[in-house]
């Protein structure tokens, strides 16, 4: 089911939705000319010459870097930096996760229009204005939180949490944390808004009032898809945590910052064969939760 | 089967399954919990209230002179190039890896199914191929465009040249799985119908592949372009180009005034490009 709606954040894949229509010829033929239009007024501007791009020496230079990577370095030492450079990325992505989860659930049931101020729940109520404005209030305040936490990238929160508790883990944790509420915010309140109200409307029928309800009527229903979310968008921080280091925040980065700006081209290669492990671990036992749990 | 032991058949056999999970987990989370040095009380401390202090009366109000928007207007306009280029790039890495990458098209389907029927060697030339690329297109998109970005910078160079490198690579991973599946979740009668008219493998490339292909195609080309307008915001963070390079000297200076300012206008930027990519998109 929650497959259904496909997660449209910028580090899923998601599915073609399969539709095609015919368009006239006109349309066409602006998109491609808008699109041609856009693509030589940035390619004046970026400084950067095709020519250039493709020429010899750019691949010279990055063949030059390429060779400089092989062989892996893979001696005790690096090996060791490497593992605990994993484990802390590990232990960095799912300390976020787990942040994040406690801020998205103590906002999003505030964001969640039907819950606080429209639909089933509230129909029977007069149509009073200043009480329906007030429920408004927590409903507004909740969403653009969530709408901040969600808009300043990752980075930019690692960057602030490094100037506000110093340089580590910590910090990474935290712009995880933070950022992650957001989007988790943003697609539980989309879960909580599209309810199956069948199982509300039988409890409100009984007189259940509105925390029973939200207990007993809401609560089961959009569980699975919580952690369902929760689980995908681990696999999205732990590729983060292992960059997050690079402005500080501890983890892979970190040893891949010092790697690189130490010119150890080959500690870097074994680095970055640890992200790819990494990540490909995780994947599978997410996947693996996520069918357990649907 | 005894249909008088309905208790028999609804018990599930009892499983290892949450306990063992419920102790891998707790496991995970103090372990964690000591490596990634979570210590809540920072915030609490005179240190840590005078950096948050700092930052949030430093924060406002945001540096709106002309003389620091007019020296944000070209890095700005980098960025969005930089997607642009990025993207094509990447479309240009994608598109061909990703179609030798599609099941269907190199190693099996109607296209090949005679021609490679008795021809161990072919076969096996092709599979060498198909794997490369899917080898290729996993190996770019596991790596983060950060890094990418960062090894670019040190192989040709601070700029923007390196985020457009970064992103190409990045995205073009991406696109390129996300267009052989494309490719593979096309209807097969079309095709079909023009290989029994003797249509040659191009020509059904051409007619009955690619038409089928294509409003899929920009559709998710576009959307990704969206998602690479976000991440050459920042990839200036690590030296290459747009607007990440304002807030990483902006945040070292101190001057959190103008990091709310850039953070306002990468919001602004965002929004815009996420309405006109829809719009597009609606179009198609």
Not at chain 2, 109 to 130: D, F, K, S, W
Request: glycine share 8%.
């Amino acid at each position: 089911m929650s497959q259904a709606r496909q997660l449209k954040t910028c580090d899923t894949i998601p599915l073609p939705s399969g539709r095609a229509r015919g368009n006239s010829m006109t349309t066409n033929l602006f998109i491609l000319g808008a699109i041609v239009a856009f693509f030589v007024w940035s390619y004046r501007g970026a400084e950067i010459s095709l020519p250039q791009l493709f020429s010899r020496d750019s691949f010279e230079q990055i063949g030059i870097y390429v060779q400089k990577l092989f062989p892996p370095d893979f001696s005790a030492a690096v090996i060791r930096e490497a593992l605990k450079g994993t484990v802390e990325t590990f232990a960095i992505s799912f300390m976020g996760t787990l942040m994040a989860v406690m801020i998205a659930l103590s906002i999003v049931f505030f964001a969640a229009k039907n819950l606080i101020f429209s639909g089933l729940l509230y129909e029977m109520e007069p149509k009073q204005g200043w009480k329906r404005a007030s429920r408004m209030v927590p409903y507004v305040a909740a969403k653009s939180v969530l709408n901040v936490l969600r808009t300043i990238p990752e980075m930019v929160w690692a960057l602030i949490f490094v100037f506000l508790v110093g340089l580590g883990p910590f910090p990474g944790v935290l712009a995880l944390g933070v950022h992650t509420a957001g989007v988790l915010g943003k697609l539980f309140g989309e879960v909580l808004e599209d309810v199956d109200t069948q199982p509300i409307e039988s409890l409100q029928a009984t007189g259940a009032n509105r925390l029973q309800i939200l207990l007993y009527g809401i609560v089961p229903q959009v569980l699975p898809q919580f952690i369902s979310y929760t689980l995908y968008r681990w696999e999205v921080n732990i590729r983060v945590a292992a960059v997050l280091g690079l402005v500080g925040a501890g983890g892979l980065g970190q040893r891949i910052h010092i790697a690189i700006s130490l010119f150890f081209e080959q500690q870097l290669l074994t680095l970055i064969l640890a992200i790819y492990i990494l990540v490909t671990i995780v994947d599978y036992v997410s996947a693996y939760l996520r069918r357990k749990v649907m | 089967m005894n249909l008088l032991a309905p208790s028999r058949i609804r018990q599930s056999p009892k499983s290892l399954f949450p306990y063992l999970f419920a102790g891998l987990f707790l496991l995970a989370f103090f372990d964690s919990w000591q490596r990634a040095g979570i210590d809540p009380k920072v915030f609490f401390e005179p240190r840590g209230q005078r950096a948050l202090g700092k930052f949030l009366t430093g924060m406002f109000p945001p540096d709106l002179s002309p003389a620091f928007l007019s020296l944000l207007f070209r890095p700005a306009l980098e960025t969005i190039q930089i997607s642009i280029l990025g993207t094509i790039i990447a479309v240009m890495i994608g598109f061909p890896l990703g179609l030798l990458g599609t099941n269907t098209m190199a190693v099996a389907g109607i296209l090949n199914e005679a021609e490679l029927q008795g021809a161990p060697l072919r076969r096996g030339l092709r599979y060498a191929v198909y794997f490369i690329a899917r080898g290729l297109l996993s190996l770019f998109r596991s790596i983060p465009e950060f890094v990418w970005a960062f090894m670019f910078v040190r192989a040709v160079g601070l700029g923007p040249f390196p985020g457009v490198l970064a992103i190409g690579l990045a995205y073009g991973g991406m696109l390129g799985k996300v267009y052989s599946e494309i490719f593979e979740g096309v209807n097969y009668r079309p095709l079909e119908a023009l290989q029994s008219l003797g249509a040659n493998k191009l020509q059904i490339f051409f007619y009955g592949w690619f038409p089928q292909a294509l409003p899929n195609f920009v559709s998710y080309t576009l959307y990704r372009w969206e998602c690479a307008v976000r991440a050459s915001a920042i990839l200036g963070l690590v030296g290459a180009g747009g607007l990440g390079q304002q807030i990483e000297i902006s945040m070292r200076m101190f001057n959190f005034n103008e990091v709310l300012t850039i953070l306002i206008i990468l919001f602004l930027m965002v929004a815009a490009v996420d309405y006109l990519s829809a719009k597009v998109r609606a179009m198609l």
